[in-house]
């Protein structure tokens, strides 16, 4: 089974690797999607693939890496949108 999520990510979260750090984590357990910082200080995260690789992502968000200061995770069910890959992107 499939399973696609979209995550805004408040707290201390840009400019620490954050988005390298869910970019690594979703290559090693093959979800798909993109992460990227948005204008108001969140991370936009978009995470697909089989329902115990995103459940994993979601957990590592809530952690963020090692300096990130993560505050709230707001997730919000998707539509599954078939990506082949995981980016970074740039606003």
Request: proline content about 2%; glycine content about 8%.
């Amino acid at each position: 089974m499939k399973k696609s999520v979209r995550l805004y990510i408040e707290g201390i979260v840009q400019g620490l690797f954050f988005r390298s750090f869910i970019k690594e984590n979703a290559e090693r357990y093959n979800v798909k999607g993109f992460v990227r910082n948005l204008e108001d200080g969140r991370v936009e995260v978009f995470l697909e693939g089989g329902i115990d690789d995103v459940n994993k992502m979601i957990e590592l968000s809530k952690k963020g890496p090692k300096h990130s200061q993560v505050k709230k995770v707001q997730l919000k069910p998707e539509r599954f949108q078939d990506f082949k890959s995981f980016k970074i992107l740039h606003i």
